[in-house]
């Protein structure tokens, strides 16, 4: 039974700092894609960040680049989002997702539940 499960949001000022972690069971995840989305009340789900399974290769959005890292952690089956000046408008849920094949599209295999994630002014 695949199972994506996300956790470390929660409520933070602006200008702070969270880490989002997403563990994984159920299939290959050092074989996989594995991609952090996020999706704001009212809004469309948007891609925020992923990374390859082959060579840690990492991708961003225009909104969170310079801002985000994501990383990996095969050993543990987990990846990481770590978030740094956080914006009121990164005010989201964050969703973890994979896929075997990391091409910039948005159709995943496997998707979390969500982490809340809220910024304050």
């Known amino acids: 039974q695949v199972q994506l499960v996300e956790s470390g949001g929660g409520l933070v000022q602006a200008g702070g700092s969270l880490r989002l972690s997403c563990a994984a069971s159920?299939?290959?995840?050092?074989?996989?894609?594995m991609g952090w989305f996020r999706q704001a009340p009212g809004k469309e789900r948007e891609f925020v960040a992923r990374i390859t399974w082959s060579d840690f290769s990492t991708y961003y959005s225009e909104p969170v680049k310079g801002r985000f890292t994501i990383s990996r952690d095969n050993a543990v089956n987990t990846v990481y989002l770590q978030m740094n000046s956080l914006k009121p408008e990164d005010t989201a849920v964050y969703y973890c997702?994979?896929?075997?094949?990391?091409?910039?599209?948005?159709?995943?295999?496997?998707w979390g539940q969500g982490t809340q994630v809220t910024v304050s002014s």
């Open positions: 159920g299939f290959t995840f050092s074989a996989y894609c």
């Open positions: 997702a994979a896929k075997t094949y990391c091409d910039p599209g948005v159709f995943y295999d496997y």
